[in-house]
Nanobody, 127 residues
C-alpha cells in the first residue's frame, strides 16, 4: 500500500504560480512512476504530468507543457508540480498518483496505469 497526500493548492490570480506537493508513505516510493492528474468541474479527470522512477524522464499534457514542471525527491518521498503562468482553465482538483510501471511510457497518461491515488487538492485560478 502507498498513501499519498497532496498539498499546496489554493487561490491564485491568472499569470501566477503555485507549487503542489505530494507526500508518499508506505511502500518504496522510488519504485513507482508518479503522475499528476486534474479534474475540472463537470469534466473528466485528465492527465497533466508524469515522472519516471528515477526522475530522469517526464511527460506532459500539451495543455500544460512549457508552464508546468514535475519533479521528485526520492529521499523525501515527495513529488512536486510547479505550475507557472496559470490560466483560468487550470482551475481543477489536482490529484497525484503512483503507478507500478518499470519505465515511463505513454501508458502513464491514462488513469488505469496507476494503482494509488491521493485525495486531491483544489487549485482555483481567478481571471
Amino acid at each position: 500500500q502507498v498513501q499519498l497526500v497532496e498539498s499546496g493548492g489554493g487561490l491564485v490570480q491568472a499569470g501566477g504560480s503555485l507549487r503542489l506537493s505530494c507526500a508518499a508513505s508506505g511502500r518504496t516510493f522510488s519504485g513507482y512512476v508518479m503522475g499528476w492528474f486534474r479534474q475540472a468541474p463537470g469534466k473528466e479527470r485528465e492527465f497533466a504530468a508524469a515522472i519516471s522512477r528515477g526522475g530522469g524522464s517526464t511527460l506532459y499534457a500539451d495543455s500544460v507543457k512549457g508552464r508546468f514542471t514535475i519533479s521528485r525527491d526520492n529521499a523525501k518521498n515527495t513529488v512536486y508540480l510547479q505550475m507557472n503562468s496559470l490560466k483560468a482553465e487550470d482551475t481543477a482538483v489536482y490529484y497525484c498518483a503512483a503507478g507500478d510501471m518499470a519505465i515511463l511510457r505513454t501508458r502513464a497518461t491514462i488513469e488505469q496505469a496507476y494503482d494509488y491515488w491521493g485525495q486531491g487538492t483544489q487549485v482555483t485560478v481567478s481571471a
